[in-house]
């Protein structure tokens, strides 16, 4: 199915099922420690070894030699594989560095060896006794010394690097009111609960990898290139993740390392990357550095605005697309942004939940509260008025639906904004108190996505999907789905997920996983429901699924009758027309945070906050609120306390595990709100729905950094806002 022209009234709109608040259907599963993830997978009769990586010690250069002599001598080892002994092995389409094999080195903690053990213990043991001679190469770690040598690079994720429409720089010049500033944001880690791993079987040339992968499609595509095997016979699955926020969209050295062990071991193996593996091994946020101007009218509204944006990575590797949405979200005659990539030799940059948008709007939104200061207009009346309902880069392509203006009015009314004071001038015992908001914005992406839709002769419908669930919440909204569209409660669904085995699905990322997903087993079931009428002899054009029932004017069957004992099926895949080309399909929101700022140390804590989001249909709004209100937890960790600390020595991430990295749980935050517009966004999809889960982060930090300003008068342009940035411009007498 395509999906070409705006929806129209269809069997979703009955929201029967879909739009209702269903608790998870896999949720008894998880609380009871009975969801299998990567490396729990157990079979009875597979007899498992376990298998220990060893990463680099350097960042950049070659491995001369490696003395394993005395590993194979240890207690319990059944094999060592070395990349030296592997030889040259692929490089999948999607990784920037090769995840192994060969002498050279491109990053810190690249993986270089595994040894293979009969005990986790063990194995780890003997990888410390792994001897490596390394010729050493000088390399570049830091990114405002080589902000200098950044280069306009091919693209920005499929966009141009660079825009420009009027005259950015006269109209700057001559702006009645203007303002200049520079911001940072630091390398971040993904720090998902479950480490990267998988477990690796061979059946003769035929590989099973048990992995934690939000695409599975992708993964397969490049084990099969990495290791020079046809892909039809490598067999994924990932049926349960325990997070990924974008680090488990690519293949990573854990599934590569577990295939290599278990072929030189003769038996399964399993691998799980160490912590400091997911900061050094895997992929992280890259730090950038942006510059922001405005110009603007007395009464406020924007004339000029231009956002310049510097980040790094690996040779071969691409940028963090902080100025992407300055391109959407404001009003303004004259425009400019550009995006520059220095070389750096540190581990991978790649995405992370929000890339582009979380780190661009961190900047940006205190930008646009400065400006709203130096104009004396209040930040939300400021924002409302640079409000736009078309692209402002490109003035004939509106907005499918756009209603910022809608979640900033309605959450200064919830929040109680009306109570703001001046910065600084509010004041409880010893903390300084205020408040800050930011707007959010994420695009609508679409991906196209396939199903398969089972009915069997007791009425039980089946859907089959490689579709992901990193936590999302893809069980039950593919299960309310498939049971809108059949007629049936969600009890009579059964779902399965993440098997390479079933049809290729969008996958988990980007904010584009549960729109497009969910259109696929629409588009399934469509085939379905013209299966079953095709059977019983009734005209599909009017018939109608309903109660487990299968009608057409007077005339009933039962679901399950119309099955027979054959069952049916029904499998297809939603692709997408150009209504993303002709309009533009975002999502909104509205950030507002309290914060307390102790006012003898600087330490700040988050009272309250309350997201307000326009995304289109919500398919369920508990999975959709926990999606929304752990992104605003995510926020608080990038504004105040996550930071990858870089030894720009030896190139390498310092805090790389839970001690030194610090997240944020919920219970830093007393109390979280989340309100969802009521609309639909018929030029989206046929479920008339868009993203959340991007959306949820985008803009919080900032709303934070402006709180904190509002607290205590005290301006913070580098991530995180750590007391020490603060307690200098506290007052004197606390």
């Not at 997978?41 to 990463?55: K, S, V």
């Not at 020079?228 to 067999?235: A, L, P, T, V, Y």
């Not at 130096?374 to 078309?390: A, C, M, S, Y």
């Not at 919500?618 to 960790?637: D, H, L, W």
């Amino acid at each position: 199915m395509k999906f070409e022209t705006p929806a129209k009234t269809n069997p979703i709109d009955n929201l029967k099922v879909v739009g209702q608040p269903i608790h998870r259907i896999d949720g008894e599963l998880k609380t009871t420690g009975r969801a299998m993830y990567a490396y729990e997978w157990h079979d009875p009769n597979m007899r498992y070894a376990y298998g220990y990586p060893l990463g680099s010690a350097i960042a950049k250069g070659r491995i001369k030699s490696m003395d394993v002599a005395a590993v194979q001598k240890s207690p319990g080892v059944l094999s060592v594989v070395t990349t030296l002994s592997v030889g040259d092995l692929g490089k999948g389409k999607l990784n920037t560095a090769k995840l192994f094999g060969g002498d050279k080195i491109e990053h810190y903690h690249q993986a270089i060896a595994v040894v293979v053990a009969e005990t986790f213990e063990q194995a780890r043991a003997a990888a410390s006794l792994i001897q490596v001679d390394y010729q050493e190469e000088s390399a570049a770690f830091d990114l405002a010394a080589a902000k200098g040598s950044a280069v306009k690079p091919k693209d920005a994720g499929g966009a141009p690097p660079d825009s420009a429409v009027g005259d950015f720089d006269g109209a700057f010049k001559s702006a009645a009111v203007s303002f200049d500033g520079t911001y940072t944001t630091p390398d971040q880690s993904h720090a998902m609960m479950e480490p990267h791993a998988s477990i690796a079987a061979w059946d003769d040339d035929e590989l099973t990898v048990w992995t934690s992968s939000q695409m599975i499609d992708w993964w397969r595509s490049d084990l099969a290139a990495t290791l020079g095997m046809e892909k039809e016979k490598i067999h994924l699955m990932s049926p349960f993740i325990g997070g990924g926020f974008g680090g488990k969209l690519f293949l990573r050295s854990d599934a590569v390392l577990a295939a290599l062990a278990a072929k030189a071991a003769g038996r399964p193996v399993k691998v799980a990357l160490p912590r400091p593996f997911i900061a050094n091994n895997t992929t992280h946020r890259p730090a950038t550095i942006q510059r922001i101007r405005i110009g603007a009218q007395r009464d406020g509204k924007i004339t000029a605005i231009g956002h310049e944006s510097w980040s790094g990575d690996l040779p071969g590797g691409g940028l963090e697309t902080a100025a992407m949405q300055t391109r959407l979200l404001y009003a303004g005659e004259n425009r400019m942004t550009a995006m520059r990539l220095a070389e750096l030799n540190l581990p991978e940059g790649n995405a992370m939940r929000a890339p582009g948008e979380a780190p661009g709007l961190m900047a940006l939104e205190i930008a646009i509260d400065e400006m709203a200061e130096k104009l004396g207009i209040d930040p939300i009346e400021f924002r409302i008025v640079n409000d736009t309902q078309v692209d402002p880069e490109n003035p004939e392509r509106p907005f499918s639906h756009r209603n910022l203006i809608g979640c900033l009015k309605l959450g200064a009314e919830r929040f109680g904004w009306s109570e703001r004071k001046q910065p600084g001038l509010r004041r409880e015992g010893n903390w300084l108190v205020g408040l800050g908001v930011a707007a959010g914005f994420r695009n609508n992406l679409v991906m196209p996505s396939g199903a398969r839709v089972r009915l069997a002769g007791d009425g039980v419908v089946t859907v089959e999907t490689d579709m992901t669930d990193i936590g999302t919440g893809s069980y039950t909204i593919i299960a309310q789905t498939a049971a809108e569209m059949m007629g049936v409660t969600v009890e009579k669904v059964g779902v399965h997920l993440g098997d390479s085995r079933f049809p290729v699905s969008a996958g988990s990322g980007g904010q584009f996983g549960a729109n497009s997903a969910t259109s696929g087993v629409y588009a399934a079931c469509i085939k379905l429901r013209e299966a079953v009428a095709k059977k019983l002899g009734f005209n599909s054009n009017d018939v109608v699924f309903e109660n487990g029932q299968v009608r057409s004017g007077n005339r009933s069957v039962a679901l399950a009758e119309a099955a027979g004992s054959d069952g049916l099926v029904g499998e297809d895949t939603m692709e997408w027309g150009d209504l993303t080309d002709t309009h533009q399909q975002s999502t909104f929101s509205g950030h507002f945070v309290e914060v307390g700022v102790d006012a003898a140390t600087g330490e700040t804590r988050i009272r309250r906050m309350l997201a307000v989001c326009a995304a289109g249909r919500i398919i369920n709004p508990i999975t959709a609120r926990s999606q929304v209100i752990g992104a605003m937890t995510m926020g608080a960790g990038l504004a105040l306390s996550e930071e990858l600390a870089v030894d720009t020595r030896h190139g390498f991430f310092v805090n790389h595990d839970l001690a030194g990295y610090e997240v944020p749980v919920h219970a830093d935050i007393p109390h979280q709100d989340v309100i969802f517009m009521d609309e639909t966004d018929p030029m989206s999809s046929p479920m008339k729905a868009k993203g959340i889960g991007e959306l949820g982060l985008c803009g919080v930090s900032a709303a934070i950094a402006n709180a904190i300003y509002n607290a205590t008068g005290v301006r913070v342009r580098h991530y995180p806002i750590t007391l020490d940035k603060v307690i200098g411009g506290l007052p004197e007498v606390a």
